[in-house]
């Protein structure tokens, strides 16, 4: 009997083990996917207001870059400098994400850049820059933590019922517990 519980605990945890434990062949596949450069580029900030201005940088290339996305107007970093910037175009939408392309001597490297949800101006375009007189910022005071609805919406009646099932089971218990004492004496 105890060779099945240890068995059936082995097998368990052998199958928990091979569920949980990431592949250790994880390399990716084709162009489309595989985004490791010899050389690091980065464009910041990954989320940028329409009509905003965003840094385009590269790091470790011999020659020129040139960036290229549907956002702004093509970019070139010259051999010898490490980055330039780009103004996105005020029609951008918000919310949606662009790709930007990285070409250094052929070499292809690809990352996101967001654009941010703000409040649209007068002429339609979105600029977080442009604030309401009239309008005070908000005071930020913290997450509010408390009992995590522990003791929300409890009643006397919750209270009650819960109080008799535990008063129950220890009840319960206690006479299994005699019992079984005065059995084992006969």
Request: hydrophobic share 35%; charged share 15%; glycine share 12%.
């Amino acid at each position: 009997m105890h060779a099945i519980r240890v068995a059936s605990a082995a097998l368990l945890t052998a199958t928990v083990l091979t569920l949980t434990i990431p592949p250790a062949s994880a390399a990716v596949t084709g162009d489309e996917n595989n985004n490791i450069t010899s050389f690091g580029f980065r464009v910041t900030p990954s989320t940028i207001a329409a009509g905003g201005q965003v840094t385009l940088s590269v790091d470790g290339c011999e020659g020129d870059t040139k960036v290229t996305s549907g956002i702004f107007d093509d970019a070139h970093i010259p051999k010898g400098q490490t980055s330039t910037t780009a103004h996105v175009f005020w029609d951008a939408k918000p919310g949606a994400m662009y790709e930007v392309t990285f070409d250094c001597k052929g070499e292809i490297g690809k990352t996101d850049l967001t654009i941010a949800t703000g409040r649209p101006d007068n002429n339609g375009h979105q600029n977080p820059d442009q604030r309401n007189p009239n309008q005070q910022n908000p005071v930020h005071k913290g997450v509010k933590a408390g009992v995590g609805g522990s003791f929300g919406g409890l009643d006397l009646h919750e209270i009650a019922l819960g109080g008799a099932l535990i008063l129950g089971a220890v009840g319960t218990a206690y006479y299994k517990a005699r019992r079984r004492t005065g059995e084992s004496n006969s």
